[in-house]
Nanobody
Framework: QVRLKESGGGSVQGGGSLRLSCAAA?????MGWFRQAPGKEREGVAS????????KYVDSVKGRFTISKDNAKNTLYLQMNNLKPEDTAVYYC????????????????WGQGTQVTVSS
Protein backbone atom coordinates (compact mmCIF):
# COMPACT_ATOMS: atom_id res chain seq x y z
CA GLN A 1 0.00 0.00 0.00
CA VAL A 2 1.26 3.49 -0.93
CA ARG A 3 -0.32 6.66 0.36
CA LEU A 4 0.33 10.01 -1.29
CA LYS A 5 -0.26 13.52 -0.01
CA GLU A 6 0.22 16.52 -2.29
CA SER A 7 0.76 20.15 -1.48
CA GLY A 8 1.92 23.31 -3.19
CA GLY A 9 -0.71 24.24 -5.73
CA GLY A 10 -2.05 27.74 -6.10
CA SER A 11 -2.58 30.66 -8.44
CA VAL A 12 0.17 32.46 -10.29
CA GLN A 13 0.55 34.80 -13.22
CA GLY A 14 1.99 33.61 -16.48
CA GLY A 15 5.78 33.34 -16.32
CA GLY A 16 5.68 32.57 -12.63
CA SER A 17 6.76 29.47 -10.73
CA LEU A 18 5.28 26.94 -8.35
CA ARG A 19 6.60 23.83 -6.67
CA LEU A 20 4.41 20.84 -5.98
CA SER A 21 5.30 18.31 -3.31
CA CYS A 22 4.10 14.74 -2.83
CA ALA A 23 4.89 12.97 0.42
CA ALA A 24 4.77 9.20 0.07
CA ALA A 25 4.08 6.60 2.72
CA UNK A 26 5.46 3.41 1.25
CA UNK A 27 8.15 2.75 -1.34
CA UNK A 28 6.95 2.64 -4.92
CA UNK A 29 9.40 2.04 -7.75
CA UNK A 30 8.07 4.83 -9.91
CA MET A 31 6.29 8.09 -9.17
CA GLY A 32 4.90 10.73 -11.44
CA TRP A 33 2.72 13.75 -11.92
CA PHE A 34 -0.43 13.82 -14.01
CA ARG A 35 -2.77 16.71 -14.73
CA GLN A 36 -6.31 17.17 -15.89
CA ALA A 37 -7.72 20.41 -17.20
CA PRO A 38 -11.48 21.06 -17.43
CA GLY A 39 -12.95 19.27 -20.41
CA LYS A 40 -9.70 17.50 -21.25
CA GLU A 41 -8.33 14.05 -20.72
CA ARG A 42 -5.83 13.40 -17.99
CA GLU A 43 -2.25 13.48 -19.22
CA GLY A 44 1.05 12.38 -17.81
CA VAL A 45 3.38 15.31 -17.11
CA ALA A 46 6.54 13.76 -15.70
CA SER A 47 7.77 10.57 -14.10
CA UNK A 48 10.77 9.52 -12.06
CA UNK A 49 12.05 6.00 -11.49
CA UNK A 50 12.89 5.92 -7.79
CA UNK A 51 15.52 3.21 -8.29
CA UNK A 52 17.61 4.47 -11.20
CA UNK A 53 16.58 8.13 -11.28
CA UNK A 54 15.41 8.08 -14.90
CA UNK A 55 13.06 10.96 -15.67
CA LYS A 56 10.57 11.49 -18.46
CA TYR A 57 8.55 14.55 -19.46
CA VAL A 58 5.72 15.32 -21.80
CA ASP A 59 6.97 17.54 -24.61
CA SER A 60 4.89 20.55 -23.57
CA VAL A 61 6.74 20.95 -20.25
CA LYS A 62 10.29 20.05 -21.26
CA GLY A 63 12.71 22.78 -20.25
CA ARG A 64 10.19 24.33 -17.86
CA PHE A 65 9.31 21.61 -15.34
CA THR A 66 11.70 19.50 -13.27
CA ILE A 67 10.77 16.37 -11.36
CA SER A 68 12.96 15.41 -8.43
CA LYS A 69 12.95 13.51 -5.15
CA ASP A 70 14.24 13.77 -1.64
CA ASN A 71 14.99 10.23 -0.52
CA ALA A 72 15.38 11.20 3.12
CA LYS A 73 11.89 12.67 3.17
CA ASN A 74 10.43 10.14 0.70
CA THR A 75 9.00 13.12 -1.13
CA LEU A 76 8.54 13.84 -4.83
CA TYR A 77 8.65 17.37 -6.22
CA LEU A 78 7.62 19.10 -9.40
CA GLN A 79 9.27 22.46 -9.93
CA MET A 80 7.28 24.38 -12.49
CA ASN A 81 8.86 27.47 -14.04
CA ASN A 82 7.71 29.82 -16.77
CA LEU A 83 4.13 28.71 -16.22
CA LYS A 84 1.62 29.28 -18.98
CA PRO A 85 -2.19 29.56 -18.86
CA GLU A 86 -2.39 26.18 -20.63
CA ASP A 87 -0.71 24.61 -17.58
CA THR A 88 -3.87 25.31 -15.59
CA ALA A 89 -5.19 21.99 -14.29
CA VAL A 90 -5.60 19.78 -11.27
CA TYR A 91 -2.26 18.08 -10.72
CA TYR A 92 -2.13 14.58 -9.29
CA CYS A 93 0.77 12.70 -7.80
CA UNK A 94 0.75 9.02 -8.67
CA UNK A 95 2.84 5.97 -7.90
CA UNK A 96 3.18 2.27 -8.53
CA UNK A 97 5.57 -0.59 -7.98
CA UNK A 98 5.47 -1.36 -11.71
CA UNK A 99 6.95 1.14 -14.15
CA UNK A 100 4.68 0.22 -17.03
CA UNK A 101 1.57 1.23 -15.13
CA UNK A 102 2.72 4.81 -14.71
CA UNK A 103 3.93 4.93 -18.32
CA UNK A 104 0.49 3.72 -19.43
CA UNK A 105 -1.27 6.19 -17.16
CA UNK A 106 -2.87 3.58 -14.93
CA UNK A 107 -0.94 3.62 -11.65
CA UNK A 108 -2.58 2.06 -8.64
CA UNK A 109 -1.96 4.89 -6.22
CA TRP A 110 -3.11 8.50 -6.51
CA GLY A 111 -2.99 11.63 -4.43
CA GLN A 112 -6.02 13.82 -3.89
CA GLY A 113 -4.97 16.41 -6.45
CA THR A 114 -3.97 20.04 -6.15
CA GLN A 115 -5.20 22.93 -8.27
CA VAL A 116 -2.76 25.00 -10.31
CA THR A 117 -4.17 28.11 -11.95
CA VAL A 118 -2.10 30.29 -14.26
CA SER A 119 -3.50 33.63 -15.37
CA SER A 120 -2.44 35.52 -18.45
Amino acid sequence: QVRLKESGGGSVQGGGSLRLSCAAAGYPQIMGWFRQAPGKEREGVASLDMLDGETKYVDSVKGRFTISKDNAKNTLYLQMNNLKPEDTAVYYCAADREVWKVVQGIPDYWGQGTQVTVSS
